[in-house]
């Protein structure tokens, strides 16, 4: 199905639009906004409000003055950069409200700049409302995706684990581990200065897939050699900080991304997926983003569907070229989609309504 730019009404309609997409009325928007900010694990209240404000009562006359076809794309962009941060954060591009700032940049100028239409028409173009490419512009499940960030905000990833023994069994004896305890002495004997004060000490984050670019560890400064040597110690007791002298241990986690769902696995642990994860939600966690059941059958299915959707829909014209209504309109696109005409016509609608 080929890629289509949605209609993108002006001025009222506009408003009328977007009010509707985040479920908010343009005359209380800010005070429910709030309320709706303050529950998120990350919020911006300041940022977030300021750019729901734009989007609600700045934009809708500029985008009603404005004659540009391109303006109007821009606009839209916005107002679904602004869709992302209000569902949550981790299942898109990181930190929407910064591409919704550059966007609002733009449209405040008036001046529709390529680079700016690029990134409008990649957000724009969908096959479906709210189908951005492969991925999903509206979670299908955005209470279990904000549950997962709330997790992880405060640290708690044992919901999704049933093995928490072995993490406790190894932490305990992480904390009376006298190599560790000798090894951080001396290295905090040899930087004092990198270690006074701070109460928390964290290793070098790790890249996505390790596939490390740039020069790798370095040594031309005091903060450097410390950061290096100490990632050092972390990789041996597999630590992802240590807080004043407390060792951190790494913890099995699960997390929404924006290119989907992390499962990191520690070392130290021995695994059985079946037994040491709660696989329900887990899976409900990843599919907050609407993705289908998959596998050579359901393949063969979808794909037999798509095309009688397809077919569907041209019949469908035909008919209203041939003004047919009613049981005439069903009993055309039922017939020329090769199905018997029982009279009951509830799977041709359903075939032209799904989405």
């Given at each position: ?7 993108i009404?002006?001025g ?5 639009r ?25 919020p ?23 004659e ?5 794309e ?5 107002g679904w950069m602004?869709?992302?941060?209000w ?32 990134l409008?028409r ?11 490419g ?16 709330a ?21 305990a004896?992480?904390?009376n581990?006298?190599?560790?305890r ?12 990198q ?32 950061q ?62 609407g ?24 019949l ?19 017939l020329?989609l ?5 009279g ?12």
């Amino acid at each position: 199905m080929p890629l289509q730019l949605p209609e993108i009404s002006v001025g009222g309609g506009f408003l009328q639009r977007w009010s509707r997409r985040f479920e908010l009325s343009p005359s209380t928007w800010r005070k429910l906004a709030q309320a709706h900010f303050g529950k998120l694990p990350f919020p911006s209240p300041a940022t977030d409000l300021s750019l729901l404000g734009f989007l609600f009562e700045e934009l809708p006359p500029l985008v009603g003055r404005s004659e540009s076809a391109e303006y109007r794309e821009v606009a839209d962009a916005f107002g679904w950069m602004c869709y992302q941060f209000w569902q949550a954060e981790a299942a898109f591009p990181s930190y929407s409200q910064s591409y919704a700032h550059y966007l609002r940049a733009v449209l405040e100028k008036g001046v529709v700049e390529p680079r700016a239409l690029v990134l409008a028409r990649l957000i724009n173009r969908q096959e479906e409302p709210g189908r951005c490419g492969f991925n999903e512009l509206v979670l299908s499940d955005v209470e279990a995706v904000r549950q997962g960030e709330a997790w992880k905000k405060e640290g708690r990833f044992e919901p999704f684990l049933k093995a928490q023994e072995k993490y406790d069994e190894f932490a305990a004896y992480l904390e009376n581990h006298a190599g560790f305890r000798e090894e951080w002495a001396e290295l905090k004997a040899a930087f004092p200065r990198q270690v006074a004060g701070k109460k928390i000490i964290r290793r070098t984050l790790i890249p996505e897939r390790s596939w490390y670019q740039g020069r790798g560890a370095q040594f031309g400064t005091e903060a450097e050699q410390f950061q290096a040597i100490f990632d050092v110690l972390c990789w041996k007791y597999y630590l992802w900080a240590v807080e004043r002298d407390r060792p951190l241990l790494m913890k099995p986690t699960v997390a929404a991304t924006p290119f989907g769902t992390q499962i990191f696995i520690p070392g130290y642990l021995s695994f059985d997926a079946k037994r040491d994860l709660d696989l329900a939600l887990l899976s409900k966690l990843h599919r907050a983003r609407g993705a289908a059941r998959q596998g050579p059958g359901f393949s063969a299915a979808r794909q037999a569907e798509l095309t009688s959707r397809a077919k569907a829909k041209t019949l469908d014209a035909e008919a209203k070229t041939q003004r047919l209504r009613g049981d005439a309109r069903w009993r055309f696109i039922t017939l020329g989609l090769g199905k018997v005409d029982s009279g009951d016509y509830r799977e041709t609608r359903r075939l032209l309504a799904k989405k």
